[in-house]
């Protein structure tokens, strides 16, 4: 399975970005997919994950109401979109994805494919 992560960039705090990942190499109906982020210094977090055929979707608290994941079946790509954005938003995303959902959805270590990162910056 190779990600391919693309949408970071510069944002106003309050503003809104869209975060992509496309995602091909295999069949994906049972899936994890997964949006980590990583600021310096700090440990990799769960943003959001999902189940590519539907049916679990889950958020980090950090996150919930402001940012929703998704996916479009048509095109193979996984979304984040963003909205609300502050300054502690500002971090290098990436995607992740793993064979099959799992209850240690927010646990890094339990994934097997990751792109490679795409960086947000929330500032004024």
């Known amino acids: 399975v190779q990600l391919q992560a693309s949408g970071g960039g510069l944002v106003q705090p309050g503003g809104s970005l869209r975060l992509s990942c496309a995602v091909s190499?295999?069949?994906?109906?049972?899936?994890?997919l997964a949006w980590f982020r990583q600021a310096p210094g700090k440990e990799r977090e769960v943003v959001a994950a999902?189940?590519?055929?539907?049916?679990?979707?889950a958020y980090a608290d950090s996150v919930k109401g402001r940012f929703t994941i998704s996916r479009d079946n048509a095109k193979s790509t996984l979304m984040l979109q963003m909205n609300s954005l502050n300054p502690e938003d500002t971090s290098l995303y990436y995607c992740?994805?793993?064979?099959?959902?799992?209850?240690?959805?927010?646990?890094?270590?339990?994934?097997?494919?990751w792109g490679q990162g795409t960086q947000v910056t929330v500032s004024s």
């Open positions: 999902l189940r590519w055929g539907g049916g679990r979707y």
């Open positions: 992740a994805a793993r064979i099959r959902w799992t209850v240690n959805w927010g646990d890094p270590t339990e994934y097997d494919y």
């Open positions: 190499g295999g069949t994906y109906s049972d899936y994890a």
